[in-house]
Nanobody, 128 residues
Framework: QVQLVESGGGLVQAGGSVRVSCAVSGQTSSTYNMGWFRQAPGKEREFVAA????????EYTASMKDRFRISKDNAKNTGWLQINSLKPEATAVYYC?????????????????????WGRGTLVTVSS
């Protein structure tokens, strides 16, 4: 059974940086795209960034492109989301997700329905 586990969240001061991780297990030899989403208090979950299996194609929400960096290491089955110059409005639960659809049918998704496996999230709280 596929499992995604996020880590690295916590309390961070505004202006600082944080790197959250996503460990993927149980997927045998399948390839997958990885996405990150976040849900701020009282708001809907929103797309943050996505990266394909080869790390060649990357998508960001336009407003986050300058301060967010997505990456992954297939050998370690781990992905990361680096967030710099944190602002209090970045306070949210950050979720990673994986798209295990067959590669030929797979596109780099920016919506939740593009992903079929999810972690439980890690909370990042930015203090002002």
């Amino acid at each position: 059974q596929v499992q995604l586990v996020e880590s690295g969240g916590g309390l961070v001061q505004a202006g600082g940086s944080v790197r959250v991780s996503c460990a993927v297990s149980g997927q045998t030899s399948s390839t997958y795209n990885m996405g990150w989403f976040r849900q701020a208090p009282g708001k809907e979950r929103e797309f943050v960034a996505a990266i394909d299996w080869y790390g060649v194609n990357i998508e960001y929400t336009a407003s986050m492109k300058d301060r967010f960096r997505i990456s992954k290491d297939n050998a370690k089955n781990t992905g990361w989301l680096q967030i710099n110059s944190l602002k209090p409005e970045a306070t949210a639960v950050y979720y990673c997700a994986a798209d295990f659809r067959p590669a030929a049918a797979r596109t780099l998704g920016t919506t939740e329905d593009a992903y079929d496996a999810w972690g439980r999230g890690t909370l990042v709280t930015v203090s002002s």
